[in-house]
């Protein structure tokens, strides 16, 4: 039996995971969720996790959005 996650980036992230991941302090990411304006988020029981999709879905809006103003 191989497994099938072996090499791949896992799909539910921890705050610490997920700020590694965008190369932010959690600190930052805790203002952003306080906010409502920081990457998909949801509590599994005590913890905040993130979906990969998610984070990326958000960097990708984000880098939409400061690239609108430009010529």
């Known amino acids: 039996m191989t497994d099938h996650t072996a090499g791949r ?3 539910l992230l921890t705050i610490t995971e997920a700020a590694e991941l965008l190369r932010a302090p959690v600190a930052t990411l805790r203002y952003w969720r306080h906010l409502g304006t ?34």
């Open 38 to 71: 920081g990457p998909r988020s949801f509590r599994l029981g005590r913890r905040v996790l993130y979906r990969s999709d998610d984070l990326r879905a958000w960097v990708d809006a984000q880098h939409g959005h400061g690239c609108a103003g430009r010529s």
């Open 9 to 11: 980036e896992p799909e």
